[in-house]
């Protein structure tokens, strides 16, 4: 009989059933594997299986049920604690969180295919275009400034031929700070190279031509934001960044669309 230890008076509680075994079985070789312990673990847990308080296998029966190492469990674990659905206790054992639904926010940082892409990019258009017509209506002298060097910088990076990934970034984080809200200018932070999207897909834009022609249309959408920034026009301001965004959002639907063509040939 497979079983699971939970945090109520120490007791233990008899696991059985198809449905609730799951999780000790080996670890296929493929991929990850601590990556595959995570995700099994974490299934439980969102499932039901393992519930608030519950009290994890030992290491020893991850290891003999997984087949995996000592490493490898710790490595799950501490993966596990920082999104919040895991707790430890010294010398008792790994417990699921009380509050295992309220994790962290995250968004896979080697994720590049374009479904997630466009999921960030209708993400931003939910943020981005607001913190645009704010900026509009709080923007400081020098915070009108600090937009105006960072165009100034991107329009550089093209001239010379760059990707203008990270002058791109600075752009629409000038903005965001902007606002004068500093959760916003966070959130930008946090989606970090999510939010310029051409650095991941590497499969774009690999002719240098077409990469300067493409950035110096950006270029211009960015002018148009910073004008009415400047003029003090949110409606105008929320108008010029949902073009852009949209323009941007459009181009990898396309891709996609490419994509998946390519994929359904034989």
Not at 102 to 130: C, G, N, Q, T
Not at 224 to 235: D, K, L, S, T, V
């Amino acid at each position: 009989m497979l079983w699971r230890l939970y945090d109520n008076q120490t007791k233990r509680r008899p696991v059985s059933g198809s449905s609730k075994t799951r999780l000790l079985r080996p670890i296929a070789p493929p991929r990850n594997r601590t990556s595959e312990v995570v995700d099994r673990i974490a299934a439980e847990i969102r499932g039901g299986v393992l519930g608030p308080g519950d009290r994890l296998p030992t290491e020893q029966a991850l290891m003999v049920a997984m087949g995996v190492s000592r490493t490898v469990v710790r490595e799950a674990v501490s993966a596990l604690k920082a999104e919040g659905l895991v707790v430890t206790r010294q010398g008792s054992g790994a417990f699921v969180s009380k509050e295992p639904s309220r994790v962290a926010f995250r968004i896979d940082s080697a994720a590049a295919k374009l479904d997630e892409v466009i999921s960030v990019m209708e993400l931003r258009l939910a943020v981005e275009v607001e913190a645009a017509a704010l900026a509009a209506e709080r923007a400081s002298s020098a915070d009108r400034a600090r937009i105006r060097k960072a165009q100034a910088t991107f329009a550089s990076a093209i001239a010379a031929g760059e990707t203008a990934v990270k002058e791109d970034f600075a752009f629409h984080l000038a903005v965001a700070h902007a606002m004068r809200n500093a959760r916003f200018a966070d959130f930008l932070v946090f989606l970090g190279h999510h939010v310029i999207p051409r650095q991941s897909v590497r499969e774009t834009l690999t002719d240098a031509a077409a990469l300067k022609g493409y950035l110096t249309r950006i270029a211009r959408e960015h002018e148009r934001i910073i004008e009415a920034i400047e003029a003090g026009e949110p409606a105008e301001a929320r108008k010029a960044m949902r073009l852009h965004l949209t323009n941007g959002l459009e181009r990898y639907r396309r891709l996609a669309a490419r994509a998946g063509k390519t994929s359904d040939q034989p």
